[in-house]
């Protein structure tokens, strides 16, 4: 490779439309590993496959490979999810006019199919042409599109490497998260009683209004610049004609600041509580903390490797402050500085996804340049 993308189509384009066209939803992913697998064994590499697969209720774990170049131990991580979201449905990658997108009318899968095509062919370019480089380590996840799930139940001793850079955000390629939020999720089963609706409905006790009236009494949406609070889904009852016994909320709450994170959890919690005490049924209340915040800096080293590879290609680095959670917050969580980096991908999770031809040569260069100038170590400035 160059030192700057070209406008010709070639191996980023091809690589990334065979691993578009396998299906490989949360917890089904075992058919875009096997095919990572099979091309990292092929350059005579190792490839280690973790339990997180058993431990998240999926069939596919976690895939760590090192790669080996100059030094004994890895100056950079790359992480990239193997899962894309619901629904897959057929899956027909078609390029058209320098855009690829999905024919079948459903999501394209470029999140996260984008970052492990530009891994892989930058793997295959350094190991195939015999060049020098410093050793790096490659991290391809599962379960990301559930709550970061795969990342956390990765070894304790992964990433390896002192600094990690995770290709997992939407945008084109320029953008530097710098900023993510906790995310706390909130399981609520209401749990009433039965009674036929038309002849007794005084003898139930309706497990659903009890939830929307807890739902009635939450503040949702945007509560300010740094927290925000959603209820996703709500499912209960058997029939039109019983006073449901049942019913499930699922919600969120994120947030930048974990005190205010915390309030808002708690109100939502009372809220909850409060429904279920004016309708007279039970309820039970299940949280977990899915990831926690990270917050890095412009001067930090491995924001500034990541600029500094940006404008090697000419491109001006943007910061971001970002409403999602990425692998990024995990490996921040374990102490290893990691920025996520915009790789391209547009309408994400939508049947619109698409990605341009362009942008996928941008970020394989990205990441050969962040390979070959990996971040500063202490000791590199004596």
Known sequence: MSDR????????????????????????????????TNRLL?????????EAGAAVGGDTGNLVCLVPGVGETPRITFAAHLDTVEPTGPLEPVLE????????????GADNKAAVAALL???????????SFPTYELVFTVAEELGVQGARHLPPDIPSAPFGVVLDSSGPVGGIVLRSPSQQSISAEFRGRAAHSGLEPEKG???????????SLMELGRLDDETTANVGTIEGG???????ASCLVEAEC????????????????????????????????????????????????????????????????????SGGGSDANVFNARGTPTVNLDCGMMS????????????????????KQLIQNPPALPEDRL
Not at 42 to 50: H, M, Q, S, T, Y
Not at 121 to 130: K, L, R
Not at 238 to 244: D, E, H, L, M, S
């Open 348 to 367: 994400v999770h939508t049947p619109e996804e698409y990605i341009q031809v362009a942008e996928l040569e941008r970020l394989m260069y990205l990441v």
């Open 5 to 36: 993308p070209t406008s010709a189509m070639g191996m980023p384009a091809g690589l990334f439309m065979e691993l578009a066209a396998l299906p490989s939803p949360s917890r089904c992913e075992r058919g875009v590993a096997d095919f990572v």
């Open 97 to 108: 006019d320098g855009v690829i997108r999905n024919a079948g009318g459903t999501v394209l």
């Open 42 to 50: 092929a350059l005579g590499l190792e490839v280690i496959e973790d």
């Open 254 to 321: 994120r947030g930048h600041n974990d005190v205010k994170l915390a309030q808002t959890t708690g109100a939502m919690v009372h809220a909850l509580q409060a429904g279920a005490a004016r309708l007279g049924v039970d309820v039970d209340v299940d949280l977990v903390m899915e990831y926690r915040a990270y917050r890095l800096r412009e001067t930090d080293p491995v924001v500034r490797a990541a600029a500094d590879a940006l404008t090697a290609l000419g491109l001006e680095p943007s910061y971001l402050t």
């Open 238 to 244: 058997v029939a039109r004609n019983i006073v449901p």
């Open 205 to 215: 006790a309706s497990a659903i209004q009890a939830a929307a009236h807890a739902i």
């Open 121 to 131: 062919g930058v793997t295959e370019a350094f190991v195939g042409s015999g060049a």
